[in-house]
């Protein structure tokens, strides 16, 4: 479990840390994308085995160590996580080293584990050279709606800059039209719908949208 400060009245962006992830950070991580993305992990792992599928994300990302976190960014105020993002590259995809998937078998069992991990293989992205893909964008309730999310992609942006990437590339639900506004006011504009009857049977939705940023 987390606890997340209660921001006081006025806060914004501008009083929070955006920083690079740390392994002392994994609990708050997963704990705050496990509230953020709550059907995704019900979807995963399964409605009464969302609580096991984080422990065993973490497990993994521990036993894989600094390397699960290439690109990763957190957001911190008062010491605590307030939001997460990832900037990935097509040369942060090598071999995890089966971390994640003993870690899996282990707390999961082989059904779960299998079933779990076929699910999340529906959300891969292939990454393209000079792509720099955005990848699990969450703010904790208290703090959305005050730029954290903006804050984050701008650092991130940033990043991708200096690895002279040339685009941004994201996926974001059709029926997620709070995010989809928020990404195309940054300069992100929609390239075409993914569409998945798996992606569908397993999360309830069968429509991703590809948005797309150039940064040159």
């Not at 703010?139 to 984050?152: F, H, K, S, T, Y």
């Not at 992609?153 to 685009?167: F, G, M, P, S, W």
Request: net charge positive; hydrophobic share 45%; glycine share 10%.
């Amino acid at each position: 479990m987390y606890a997340v400060v209660t921001p006081p009245i006025g806060a914004s962006a501008n009083d929070v840390l955006i920083r690079p992830a740390r392994l002392s950070d994994i609990d708050a991580i997963v704990a705050l994308h496990r509230d953020a993305f709550a059907d995704t992990f019900g979807a995963a792992f399964g409605p009464r085995d969302r609580e096991r599928g984080a422990q065993a994300l973490a497990t993994g990302w521990r036993r894989q160590g600094p390397s699960a976190l290439q690109g990763m960014l957190v957001a911190e105020y008062a010491g605590q996580l307030i939001g997460t993002t990832s900037l990935r590259t097509r040369d942060m995809m090598g071999p995890s080293g089966g971390f994640a998937e003993s870690a899996f078998f282990e707390t999961l069992g082989l059904w779960g584990a299998l079933r779990s991990l076929f699910a999340l293989s529906l959300l891969d992205h292939q990454i393209e050279p000079g792509e720099g893909f955005i990848a699990d964008v969450a703010i904790a309730p208290e703090w959305r709606r005050r730029g954290v999310a903006r804050a984050l992609l701008r650092q991130a942006e940033h990043d991708a800059r200096a690895r002279a990437l040339t685009y941004l590339g994201l996926y974001v639900r059709e029926t997620n039209h709070g995010a989809r506004i928020l990404y195309e006011r940054i300069g992100f504009h929609a390239l075409y719908v993914r569409r998945s009857l798996l992606g569908r049977l397993f999360f309830g939705q069968d429509g991703w949208i590809y948005m797309r940023k150039e940064l040159t």
